[in-house]
């Protein structure tokens, strides 16, 4: 089976599935935003001064973008015509003129937000509930999601490679010693375990490194973790993110949404800091997450290398003809997708 018309396959899987897009440290105070950009769409989770909303990036007035950046903190103003928005009103700039329209109607094409711990949701038209998609995931994210402090690195571009070849090569194991030699690699992953939730997979691999375990274990005392696993844990969310951490003291978010341009996706990774004990001073683990901010964006760029060299006509949803072990979330992905667009 061919991968058919990939642009509404994706728009399909965009609009049936709730999406893991943001933590509530980044939405914290009120003008707080995040921008995700999908098929030619933008999506906006923002703090308009009493909750957090997800909304279509456009003016209800006359479509202008709202918001530019990735993210920052900025007041939900219309640069064309001065509409604005806060606290689940939208203000029409002289409203007199507009007696002949039903201004009372106006609104945000909003999203559906729900919150699993400090992780925001977000969903068009879900075909399921959130707790039912992440299929028993939900007290694990939960508590990984309280222990992280805040956002550290922010990382986005856009990938040279169709983002089910890119969310592949995330996925297995089989192609670390090759394309990360320097990197990933000098964590010495022993053979891991998979856990299959749903169509959402938890991949554990404890690290061969002695002396390096030894040294994250000392760390340990100077966080406040609820979940922790000592080792790489490496998190798939059906369709399109992936978490991963090393002894849980950071948390790097990653997400491989399909793009409008053929063989392109809108690749972000964002790295957060784990909670500390209320003795620990940030100085003291500041150098270890530079650390993994940079080796994160070095891994990424390396996997990007790799994967620009697969044309998007080479994936299918079959199970490939010939699969290593350490591949084998590659089969049960593929038959995650098969189903969630066959039904």
């Known amino acids: 089976m061919t991968i058919g018309d990939p642009d509404q396959a994706s728009a399909r899987l965009w609009a049936d599935n709730w999406h893991l897009l943001a933590h509530r440290s980044e939405l914290a105070e009120p003008r707080d935003f995040v921008r995700f950009d999908i098929l030619g769409r933008e999506v906006v989770l923002h703090h308009d001064g009493a909750s957090v909303i997800a909304f279509d990036n456009r003016c209800p007035h006359r479509g202008a973008r709202i918001f530019d950046g990735d993210a ?8 064309y015509h001065g509409w604005s928005y806060a606290k689940g009103r939208v203000f029409v700039a002289d409203k007199a003129s507009l007696a002949h329209c039903p201004v009372d109607q106006v609104a945000l094409n909003t999203l559906r937000l729900e919150w699993i711990g400090d992780f925001a949701f977000v969903a068009e038209a879900p075909v ?5 998609q992440l299929a028993g995931l939900a ?3 939960a508590a990984m999601s309280r222990g992280i402090a805040a956002r550290w690195d922010f990382n986005r571009y856009l990938y040279e490679a169709d983002w089910r070849i890119a969310l592949e090569n995330a996925l297995e194991p089989y192609h670390v010693g090759p394309i990360h030699p320097d990197t990933l690699a000098t964590l010495k992953l022993q053979p891991g375990k998979n856990r299959y939730y749903g169509r959402n997979s938890v991949w554990s691999a404890p690290l061969g490194d002695e002396r390096m375990v030894k040294r994250m274990r000392s760390l340990t005392r100077l966080f406040d973790l609820p979940h922790q696993f000592e080792g790489y844990e490496s998190l798939y969310l059906f369709p399109f993110t992936m978490i991963s951490s090393t002894f849980g003291f950071s948390q790097s978010v990653q997400h491989f949404l399909p793009a409008s341009a053929a063989g392109r996706s809108h690749f972000t990774s ?4 784990g909670r500390l004990k209320p003795a620990t001073k940030p100085d ?3 150098p270890l997450m530079a650390s993994s901010a940079a080796m994160n964006r070095a891994v990424f760029d390396e996997d990007h290398a790799i994967c620009k060299r697969v044309p998007a006509d080479t994936w299918s949803m079959d199970p490939p003809r010939f699969w290593a072990a350490s591949e084998e979330k590659l089969l049960h992905f593929r038959e995650s997708y098969r189903a969630a667009l066959s039904g």
């Open 139 to 141: 007290p694990m994210l």
């Open 270 to 273: 964002r790295l957060f800091a």
């Open 72 to 79: 920052g903190r900025e007041r939900f103003l219309c640069r």
């Open 128 to 132: 399921q509930a959130l707790e039912d």
């Open 284 to 286: 003291l683990v500041a």
